[in-house]
């Protein structure tokens, strides 16, 4: 079982839909969970770290389900700008390092 | 606030020939990563180095080397380049392992072996 599983996609929503992205991770003690985007040809940057309690972050919610080794990243009134990959990272087996998802291609349509 | 600065950003190399890719970062940060992105395979780490003086392999370190050269650069060599070396490679830096707040992510440097 990979370390951090997510459903490629890509997801194709239009402009001012809703969409949620899961990822479920095998570490039952990962301490820190991130998720990061990526745009095409371009590095990974920190979208947003994930706390026990759920956090918002503007039209961006991540959630941690520890019980069910999952997080969540809901994105309300996608905008075109939003199309990018979406990575969730979470602290590797050893615990010593961060492991990326492959990703979840989101694409924003008109 | 140039972070993390990779170069080149695009080489192409014959099958055998040998190059290094340089980082180096500005952050001040302790630890530094080297990993190579392919499509449908994700960021896979190849090497890391958790402090200055220290380095230690990651998931596909063969036929690569590192050298943490100082606190700022840490380089990946390639002695023998191969077609399956073609990827996309990222260096990236944080203040700790596993740091809270994540990891900061040069450009990139596209490699191509022919």
């Known amino acids: 079982r990979k370390e951090v599983e997510q459903d490629p996609g890509p997801f194709n929503v239009p402009e001012g839909a809703t969409v949620a992205f899961n990822c479920t991770y095998s570490n039952s003690a990962s301490q820190s969970f991130f998720w990061y985007r990526q745009d095409c040809r371009k590095e990974p940057k920190l979208l947003m770290s994930?706390?026990?309690s759920g956090n918002e972050d503007g039209r961006f919610t991540a959630q941690l389900n520890r019980a069910s080794q999952y997080i969540s990243l809901l994105i309300r009134d996608s905008k075109l700008s939003d199309s990018a990959t979406y990575l969730c990272?979470?602290?590797?087996?050893?615990?010593?390092?961060?492991?990326f998802g492959g990703g979840t291609r989101l694409m924003v349509k008109p | 606030n140039a972070g993390v600065t990779q170069t080149p950003k695009f080489q192409v190399l014959k099958t055998g020939q040998s190059m290094t890719l340089q980082c180096a970062q500005d952050m001040n940060h302790n630890s530094m990563y080297w990993y190579r992105q392919d499509p449908g395979m994700g960021l896979r780490l190849i090497y890391y180095?958790?402090?200055?003086?220290?380095?230690d392999k990651g998931e596909v370190p063969n036929g690569y080397n590192v050298s943490r050269l100082n606190k700022r650069e840490f380089s990946l060599r390639l002695e023998s380049a191969a077609p399956s070396q073609t990827s996309v490679y990222f260096c990236a830096s944080s203040e700790a392992l596993a740091q809270p707040s994540g990891y900061t992510f040069g450009s990139g440097t596209r490699l191509t072996v022919v």
């Open positions: 180095s958790a402090s200055e003086g220290t380095t």
């Open positions: 990272v979470v602290t590797n087996n050893a615990g010593n390092m961060l492991t």
């Open positions: 994930v706390y026990s």
